[in-house]
């Protein structure tokens, strides 16, 4: 059963900081892997989205890599601001989409 | 373009009423339909996976004489709680795919909160 894991769970970082967040999961027959942002009460907005095929993509001051053989993947916050702070969620697709635990992130001014 | 709509996006109800939301797709044909749910601080759980004309189908531990999704059409799938009770207060999600039987990009909706009184 594949099981996707998010650390930390939360983060509390001053503006300006670059960040990490880490996904894993435990099965590495995975089709793609997003990252969503989650905003308090809200649906979910799509970040970046990395095929199996593929280790990085980049969006602005997002970067997300995929290494699918060690079942990890990590995003990258550049320089983070205020605006960035919502949860993370990172998710795998197989037959469907699997979510990780989540990292709540805030960054204050 | 590959918007994704719910209604309503927030209910209250007394306990053993039901429920009906709504999951539309409005510029795309959505093939495949998912329904989540999500309990406060917590990760999105998938429900329900549809696909157009079909019977949905449910993950494990999910009740589907209680949670009845109807896909009978290409922009719209339902979710109705019925008999709803205090634990089903949460937040449902759908999203939808242009595809069916593949792993594709599922669109999400804005979700729809629930609160059973």
């Known amino acids: 059963k594949q099981e996707v894991t998010q650390i930390p769970a939360a983060l509390s970082v001053p503006e300006g900081e670059n960040l990490v967040l880490n996904c894993s999961f435990t099965d590495s027959a995975i089709y793609n892997l997003q990252w969503f942002r989650q905003d308090p009460g809200k649906g979910l907005t799509s970040l970046l989205l990395i095929q199996s095929s593929q280790r990085e993509q980049t969006s602005g001051r997002l970067n997300a890599s995929l290494d699918k053989s060690s079942g990890r993947s990590t995003l990258y916050i550049a320089a983070s601001q205020p605006g960035d702070s919502a949860t993370y969620l990172c998710a795998v697709g197989t037959d469907k989409l699997i979510f990780g635990t989540g990292t709540r992130l805030q960054v204050f001014p | 373009g590959a918007v994704v709509s719910q209604h309503p996006s927030w209910v209250i109800c007394k306990s053993g009423t039901s429920v009906k939301i709504e999951c539309r797709s409005l510029d795309f044909q959505a093939t495949t339909m998912f329904w989540y749910r999500q309990f406060p601080k917590q990760s999105l759980m998938l429900m329900a996976t549809s696909n157009e004309g079909s019977k949905a189908t449910y993950e494990q531990g999910v009740e589907k004489d209680k949670f009845l999704i109807n896909h009978a059409s290409l922009t719209l799938s339902t979710l109705t709680v019925t008999s709803a009770h205090p634990e089903d207060s949460s937040f449902y999600i759908c999203?939808?795919?242009?595809?069916?039987?593949?792993?594709?990009?599922?669109?999400f909706g804005p979700g729809t909160r629930l609160t059973v009184l």
């Open positions: 999203s939808a795919g242009r595809l069916a039987g593949v792993p594709d990009t599922q669109y």
